[in-house]
């Protein structure tokens, strides 16, 4: 079993930015493949971010189209944490933000991610 946290969450202005991290303390993250998703109120959902293993230590970062640009991925190399660094953020990225993790699935399908966090809010307004 993989337990994930996020924090780094919190209420910004338009144009602000924010970095979410997601922690395990029982076991590296480095062997599993990650995403960020996130769930507005009434929406299914959605992906965000990932990152995947394509072999060794090297990975590929895959952004949805409304992020790209401006929210960015990284995991350290220890491979206990993931963050998401978000600039210039827009009240339509209001919503909780979710960490998951899967052992083998490479993409941006919610139901084939094995584990996640509990989520953490994300308020963009003036």
């Known amino acids: 079993q993989v337990q994930l946290v996020e924090t780094g969450g919190g209420l910004v202005q338009p144009g602000d930015s924010l970095r979410l991290s997601c922690a395990t303390s029982?076991?590296?993250?480095?062997?599993?493949?990650m995403g960020w998703f996130r769930q507005a109120p009434g929406k299914e959902r959605e992906f965000v971010a990932g990152?995947?293993?394509?072999?060794?230590?090297?990975?590929?970062?895959d952004y949805a189209d409304s992020v790209k640009g401006r929210f960015t991925i990284s995991r350290d190399v220890a491979g206990n944490t993931m963050s998401l660094q978000m600039n210039n953020l827009k009240p339509e990225d209001t919503a909780v933000y979710y960490c998951?993790?899967?052992?083998?699935?490479?993409?941006?399908?919610?139901?084939?991610?094995?584990?996640w966090g509990q989520g953490i809010q994300v308020t963009v307004s003036s």
């Open positions: 998951a993790a899967t052992a083998l699935y490479i993409g941006r399908l919610p139901d084939r991610y094995d584990y």
């Open positions: 990152i995947g293993r394509i072999n060794g230590m090297t990975y590929a970062a």
């Open positions: 029982r076991r590296t993250l480095s062997t599993y493949n």
